[in-house]
C-alpha cells in the first residue's frame, strides 16, 4: 500500500508560482514512478508530468512544459512540483499518483488532491 498527501496548493495571481509536494508512506518510494494530475471544475482528470522513479526521466503534458518542472528525493519519499508562470487555465485539484511502470496509464495509487487557484 502507498498513501499518498498533497500539500502546497493556494490562491496565486497570474504570472505567480506555487510549489506542491507529494509526501510518500512507502518503503520502496524509488520502486515508483510517480505522477501529477490535475482536474479543472466541469472537466476530466489529465496528465500533467511524471518522473521515472530514479528522477533521471521526466515527461510532460505541452500545456506546462517549459513552465512546470517535476522532481523527487527519494530520501525523503517525496515528489514536487515547481509551477511558474501559473495562468488561470492552471486551476484545477492537483492530485500525485503512484504507479510501477512508466509505460503504464494506471495509477494505482492516489492523493487527495490540493487546490491550486490562479487568479486573473
Known amino acids: 500500500q502507498v498513501h499518498l498527501v498533497e500539500s502546497g496548493g493556494g490562491l496565486v495571481q497570474a504570472g505567480g508560482s506555487l510549489r506542491l509536494s507529494c509526501a510518500a508512506s512507502?518503503?520502496?518510494?524509488?520502486?515508483?514512478?510517480m505522477g501529477w494530475f490535475r482536474q479543472a471544475p466541469g472537466k476530466e482528470r489529465t496528465f500533467v508530468t511524471k518522473?521515472?522513479?530514479?528522477?533521471?526521466?521526466?515527461y510532460y503534458a505541452d500545456s506546462v512544459k517549459g513552465r512546470f518542472t517535476i522532481s523527487r528525493d527519494n530520501a525523503r519519499n517525496t515528489v514536487y512540483l515547481q509551477m511558474n508562470s501559473l495562468k488561470p487555465e492552471d486551476t484545477a485539484i492537483y492530485y500525485c499518483?503512484?504507479?510501477?511502470?512508466?509505460?503504464?496509464?494506471?495509477?494505482?495509487?492516489w492523493g487527495q488532491g490540493t487546490q491550486v487557484t490562479v487568479s486573473s
Open positions: 512507502v518503503r520502496t518510494f524509488s520502486s515508483y514512478v
Open positions: 499518483a503512484a504507479t510501477m511502470a512508466w509505460l503504464s496509464n494506471t495509477y494505482e495509487y
Open positions: 518522473i521515472s522513479g530514479s528522477g533521471t526521466i521526466t
